[in-house]
């Protein structure tokens, strides 16, 4: 079963524009994790923050993570044509071998 | 260096044949996952290896789904007499170390996709 709530399933908007996709997560968490994935690159590693921490920073990624609302928001800033692809939470429990609990994605697509 | 590979990329497989998944991890990366990802879906999880040890199969959908790395590099994910809500695409992923609530990062291989007609 998958634990991650993500929103919105699907979203479009223009080369430039600044993208926000949120997830939301059910149980207590060791570090949340983004994931891109487009039939060309397969799944990739994006941004990873730890349970302590509440935001942090990687290009034109910003990620912020809220435990008390379980739930985290990443930001793409000026989007290019080239970010069109499906984006995942995922969630890492302190106890799971390290395993990952992934979301249902959101569809991002950016119009040049 | 290289990354994770998987064979084969796709897979079709008449509703009660067996097939065999294959990945090979990056060098020297101890842990590897199984993970099953459905059509509009996320992955998810099937089984943990550390080194050739199964640690976690608690993903396993059911005992037709086995899995092994002997050892402790290649793993070959078999499913027995396939059925139609088999049709997923298996990704496989390694990390370096041992990850009991560490934070290694994940790298995956293309996966395969599996079509069972």
């Known amino acids: 079963s998958q634990q991650g709530e993500e929103d919105p399933q699907a979203l479009s908007i223009q080369e430039g524009e600044n993208a926000t996709m949120n997830c939301s997560y059910k149980t207590s968490i060791n570090n949340l994790q983004w994931y891109r994935q487009n039939s060309g690159r397969g799944l990739v590693h994006l941004i990873l923050i730890r349970s302590n921490e509440r935001e942090k920073h990687s290009g034109r990624l910003r990620v912020t993570l809220d435990t008390s609302k379980k739930s985290s928001s990443l930001l793409i800033t000026a989007s290019r044509a080239a970010d069109t692809a499906s984006y995942f939470c995922a969630v890492q429990r302190g106890t799971s071998y390290g395993k990952l609990t992934f979301g249902q994605g959101t569809i991002l697509t950016v119009h040049p | 260096g290289a990354g994770v590979s998987q064979s084969p990329r796709y897979k079709v497989a008449k509703r009660g044949q067996d097939v065999a998944l294959r990945c090979d991890p990056i060098?020297?990366?101890?842990?590897l996952f199984w993970y099953q990802q459905a059509l509009g879906q996320g992955p998810e999880f099937l089984t943990y290896f550390q080194n050739e040890a199964q640690l976690d199969k608690s993903g396993l959908p059911s005992d037709r789904f086995f899995a092994e790395r002997p050892e402790g590099s290649v793993s070959t994910l078999k499913i027995q007499r396939t059925q139609q809500e088999d049709s997923a695409v298996y990704l496989c992923a390694s990390s370096e170390k041992r990850t009991s609530g560490g934070t290694d990062t994940q790298y995956f291989g293309p996966g395969t996709r599996l079509t069972v007609l």
């Open positions: 060098s020297g990366h101890v842990s």
